[in-house]
């Protein structure tokens, strides 16, 4: 460890010149960085591996040290797996096939005795906070409650991006040298003795110093760092994230960990004085015994390996299904006939029954997925827009700007929602005039949902008639050191990418659609986490309008020629977007539309009505509110009505139940009912025999698709710490994160309405090509490896040839029987709609 000394009073500088520091400052915040929550505000709300922190450890053993150091529910109960095993949830002979392989033969009946009829005492208290504890145990003093209420009004006021009334006073210089600057100036002060003021004016508040003052023992104030800041993760995550990323508030502020600690200590200091006077010592002279290694090792229980026993065979149950449906499907009839349209999907899991519907609705068409920013990596720059909006996944850092000209729709705004209603005088006018009409349309919208503006649409992120800078024609023009649009050779490389990784090379129909996807809502501040993860929490629809101008221009095409991708003339590609609430699809750019394809295209338009549809009662068999045995037409207008509503929590599932990531030709998962739960990633070995587009494609599906897949896992089976509760009661704050009433700890995480239907699995990676070249591409990549190796997620390799299935465990491929030996058949699956709400197991379609 790193030696440094502190004379900062006499104790220190009489300690000798030899003797190793047990702390230091910044390795101590650089660890507690890694471990705090790194959610980003809600505009940037990115869907992320909530214990990131324990990534680097085998996935039983992260979570066993999660629970013990940190105190997170990291499974379901004991309880649950029993309820799941005798609803048949749990397949016996899954788990059987777990026991004989975790244990043995021998064993294998004795510890199935102690999954179906053991008894354990409840876990410990977690190792975080015990020390801490001792100030309201040794002197009966909760400085959490005299302490958080001040800090977190302070902290969101001054993050503060719109909502407040007033500006907080001084903010330009940083949060720490801002508190100082208004201590030394105003009449009124955050503390209440003197000390702690004099000490942050004197400038004597060195974290090290504080901490000598509250804990003395200075082996123990890393622990007691982590006790302080993990007591309200949720405002520590935050700032940590701010301070990283200061561009995620678009009114950006200076703030940094060190500094909320410094603040934190110094209030602690100032309670205590303020409750305690002269009567407290620094808490290590008063403790009783020795406090445990926050770190140290963590033991193993029998309780631990009966609920790693029961959450594999958990998820195998769901996996032995599926693959058993891969291996038992018939193989598809090639169509021959030639292709009516194209149609490209983002690979997101809600994108899955649409395209099932598609196909079944015109049996010529032909659909594909692949992430929702299509190839193409840029800042957006909305016209009349003061910010840029990055449309690519969250660790690509553009280096272009795509700006939107020729937006003539005016916005709609209501007069009430104005700065004028801030005001002494005219805010109590309008209080008074417009305030009953706003209270009664209020009242209007229980009974006859409608859009407003208010709501947050999806369609309003681009205008539909509007122009985009697209082509770089120009050397010299760049905005902020960003490149304005794209030069054909880019252009190029962009689109050859996009088809070659999906595997459309030829063959291609007079119209390929390229449908980007978003969502609608009025009540939900998390709105974000609801669009395209792949364009960072934001709807792909400008992507598709912008990869479809780039594979309809001629001289992109003259390249592509010359690569070997012959695109013909009559091919014309068709941006669109899909807003995943309300069930609609929109078309851009259909002026530039032959007359022959324009034809085609209102016939087509037609198809995609009706799967959405059908999209829509598949959907609703989830919701309370609707009927499914309505007619397709009046549930789609339920659905609708439901995207608007301000009563609604639950306007649509987002990501729920999510559980595979199929990466392969659409052959291998056509013939499968798979209940909206997989995301669908198109891919043709044939094309990429040594897995370089494959490699591509992991090294953003796995953090992606696994981190999506984790953040559902733990707010599952903890939705008070890892989780943000219900949405309820939730209060914005500051237009960046939310609260349970005024002045509670941030919540990151998602809320119980997006988890309530939820099986915490860990996703299934199926991947199509030989296994020997996948297990060399996911070797190529350290930070890839580690999510399967490390089993964060799962992976089986189908041999494209023989169809066999290859599970990756312990570094390599080993050959997978399906114990599932027979799927049932089904024709008509709504008979299934109609009358269940819960999770369907997979059927094969006929």
Excluded at 352 to 367: I, N, P, V
Excluded at 469 to 494: C, K, S
Aim: proline share 5%.
């Amino acid at each position: 460890m790193k030696t440094q000394l502190y004379f900062l009073d006499e104790q220190a500088v009489n300690k000798p010149h030899n003797t190793p520091a047990f702390f230091s400052e910044n390795e101590v915040i650089h660890e507690l960085k890694h471990y705090l929550p790194a959610q980003a505000p809600l505009k940037d709300f990115i869907h992320h591996n909530t214990l990131h922190a324990f990534q680097h450890l085998p996935f039983e053993m992260a979570i066993r040290q999660a629970s013990e150091i940190l105190g997170y529910n990291v499974s379901l109960s004991l309880e649950e797996y029993r309820s799941l095993f005798a609803a048949g949830r749990i397949d016996p002979t899954v788990l059987n096939t777990v026991l004989v392989r975790r244990k043995g033969a021998a064993l294998a009946k004795e510890w199935k005795h102690k999954l179906l009829s053991g008894t354990y005492k409840p876990s410990q208290s977690p190792r975080i906070g015990r020390l801490r504890s001792n100030w309201k145990r040794l002197y009966k003093t909760d400085l959490d409650s005299l302490v958080h209420p001040v800090l977190f009004r302070i902290l969101c006021s001054y993050l503060d991006q719109g909502i407040a009334m007033w500006n907080f006073p001084v903010w330009h210089k940083g949060f720490l040298a801002s508190i100082r600057e208004m201590e030394r100036t105003s009449f009124t002060s955050f503390f209440r003795t003197k000390r702690a003021k004099e000490l942050l004016l004197n400038g004597k508040c060195q974290v090290s110093y504080l901490l000598h003052l509250l804990v003395g023992d200075e082996t123990l104030y890393k622990h007691y760092i982590f006790d302080q800041q993990f007591a309200h993760q949720g405002w520590s995550g935050m700032v940590s994230t701010v301070e990283d990323q200061p561009h995620t508030l678009l009114d950006q502020r200076k703030i940094s960990l060190h500094d909320l600690i410094v603040f934190e200590l110094l209030l602690e200091i100032d309670a205590l004085d303020y409750q305690l006077g002269d009567n407290w010592q620094p808490l290590a002279s008063r403790l009783p015994g020795k406090i445990p290694d926050l770190f140290g090792p963590v033991k193993p229980t029998e309780k631990d390996e009966v609920l790693s026993i029961w959450q594999e065979a958990f998820e195998w149950s769901y996996y032995d299904s599926v693959l058993a449906g891969i291996t038992q499907q018939k193989p598809a009839v090639k169509n021959t006939t030639k292709k009516t349209f194209q149609a490209m999907f983002c690979i997101d899991d809600r994108e899955c029954s649409l395209r099932r519907y598609l196909e079944k609705l015109d049996a010529s068409c032909e659909t594909f997925g692949t992430p929702g920013f299509f190839g193409v990596e840029f800042f957006y720059k909305p016209e009349h827009g003061k910010a840029y909006t990055k449309l690519c996944p969250a660790p690509v850092t553009p280096k272009y700007l795509i700006k939107e000209v020729g937006n003539n729709t005016k916005r709609q705004q209501d007069v009430h929602f104005t700065k004028h209603t801030h005001s002494l005088f005219r805010g109590w006018l309008i209080t008074q005039t417009l305030g009953f009409w706003s209270a009664f349309k209020l009242f209007l919208t229980v009974f006859r949902p409608s859009t407003s503006p208010a709501a947050a649409s999806s369609f309003k992120h681009m205008d539909k008639f509007s122009k985009l800078t697209i082509e770089h024609t120009n050397p010299e023009h760049q905005e902020n050191e960003l490149q304005v649009g794209f030069t054909l050779e880019e252009m190029a490389t962009r689109v050859e990418g996009l088809l070659k990784s999906i595997g459309l090379v030829k063959d291609f129909a007079p119209i390929v659609y390229v449908v980007g996807h978003g969502s609608s809502s009025v009540n939900n501040p998390h709105y974000s986490a609801y669009d395209c993860g792949a364009c960072s929490g934001r709807p792909g629809s400008v992507n598709a309008r912008v990869i479809c101008f780039m594979a309809n221009h001629p001289k992109v095409r003259e390249l592509l020629r010359s690569r070997g991708l012959d695109i013909p003339a009559t091919t014309q590609f068709v941006g669109g977007l899909h807003d995943t609430t309300s069930d609609e699809v929109v078309f851009y750019d259909e002026d530039s539309l032959t007359a022959g394809n324009l034809e085609k295209h209102k016939q087509h338009e037609q198809i995609f009505s009706q799967a959405l549809d059908y999209n829509a009662k598949e959907r609703s068999r989830r919701f309370d509110s609707i009927d499914t045995k309505l007619s397709l037409q009046a549930i789609h207008h339920k659905i609708r009505k439901r995207s608007v509503s301000l009563f609604e929590p639950r306007p649509e599932l987002n990501h729920a139940t999510n559980a595979l990531c199929i990466v392969g030709r659409r052959d291998i998962s056509q013939g499968l009912f798979l209940d909206r739960r997989s995301f669908l990633n198109s891919y043709d070995y044939q094309i990429d025999p040594e897995g370089k587009y494959l490699f591509n494609i992991l090294k953003a599906a796995a953090p992606v698709c696994g981190g999506i897949n984790l953040e559902y896992f733990f707010s599952r089976v903890d939705n008070q710490k890892l989780g943000a509760g219900t949405k309820l009661p939730h209060n914005v704050m500051g237009l960046f994160g939310v609260a349970n009433g005024i002045d509670g700890d941030l919540r990151p995480g998602l809320p119980s309405q997006m988890i309530e239907v939820h099986d915490p699995v860990r996703i299934l990676f199926i991947v199509e090509h030989f296994p020997e070249i996948v297990l060399t591409t996911i070797k190529q990549s350290a930070q890839t490896y580690e999510w399967f190796i490390n089993e964060w997620v799962h992976l089986v390799s189908v041999h494209p040839v023989t169809k066999e299935l290859y599970r990756f465990k312990n570094g390599n491929f080993q050959v997978y029987q399906p114990n599932n030996q027979h799927l049932e058949t089904i024709s008509d699956l709504n008979p299934l709609l109609e009358s269940q709400a819960e999770n369907l197991p997979v059927y094969l379609l006929s």
